[in-house]
């Protein structure tokens, strides 16, 4: 099945500055990749998703990018905020057969801090 | 406002007792999920129902029992569970089941604590 992996796990930064999160995932069949952001205690929610047939999407200071050869993709916050804290999970899903099909596996998580 | 509803917020129960999550969506989607996510971990799939139908259970042990009463209803009936199985268990919804760029909608979670 589908195996992501997401570095870093924790991540800190000055407001002002920029947040970059990697993920890797193994299944070749996966086209469509979300980020969530989860707040402490509460649901998470959908921030970006991108998928396998487009290379960069953004979303004012949020973007997205995707490596389809080398299986990975990246979330870019700029301009970070302290209300940017939170958890980031990336996610990637196959829509081709197999045992991961239609199944939004998730990377472990990467907590965020931005410090005022 | 969140556009999937989940009751209760809270739940406590011990290991004897009969309980059930409810989770309720009015955005005419045709695929509903259970998650389970421990703390600091990510979200666990557990069952899948598209268009009412279980799709996919992802070996959950039979202590869990999910319902779809219709496309807008989800339940995970509780019976005999374990303190391990203490956890937030968030239900989702997507337009459909594995459909590239449909993504899911979380509910607020039930946390549920088994003594």
């Known amino acids: 099945g589908e195996n992501v992996e997401q570095h870093p796990s924790t991540l800190s930064v000055q407001e002002g500055d920029s947040a970059v999160i990697k993920c890797t995932y193994s299944?070749?069949?996966?086209?469509?990749f979300p980020w969530y952001k989860q707040e402490l205690g509460k649901r998470p929610q959908l921030i970006i998703d991108?998928?396998?047939?487009?290379g960069e999407k953004k979303d004012q200071r949020i973007a997205v990018t995707l490596n389809k050869t080398a299986k990975h993709f990246s979330l870019h916050i700029t301009e970070t905020q302290p209300e940017d804290s939170a958890v980031y999970f990336c996610?990637?899903?196959?829509?081709?057969?197999?045992?991961?099909?239609?199944?939004?596996?998730f990377g472990q998580g990467t907590i965020l801090t931005v410090h005022p | 406002d969140t556009e999937v509803t989940q009751t209760p917020k809270h739940l406590v129960m011990g290991m004897t007792n009969k309980k059930s999550l409810k989770c309720e969506q009015h955005?005419?989607?045709?695929?509903m999920y259970w998650y389970k996510q421990k703390a600091k971990k990510p979200p666990e799939l557990m069952f899948v129902?598209?268009?009412?139908?279980l799709s996919i259970n992802e070996s959950v042990p039979s202590r869990f029992s999910p319902e779809c009463p219709n496309s807008s209803l989800l339940n995970l009936h509780l019976h005999a569970l374990q303190p391990e199985d203490s956890a937030l268990y968030l239900c989702?919804?997507?337009?459909?089941w594995g459909l590239g760029n449909s993504p899911l909608h979380f509910g607020n979670g039930t946390r549920l604590t088994v003594t």
């Open positions: 955005m005419g989607h045709r695929a």
């Open positions: 129902y598209s268009y009412e139908k």
């Open positions: 299944d070749s069949a996966s086209n469509y």
């Open positions: 989702a919804s997507s337009q459909q």
């Open positions: 996610a990637a899903m196959p829509n081709a057969g197999g045992t991961s099909y239609g199944k939004l596996t």
């Open positions: 991108i998928r396998s047939n487009v």
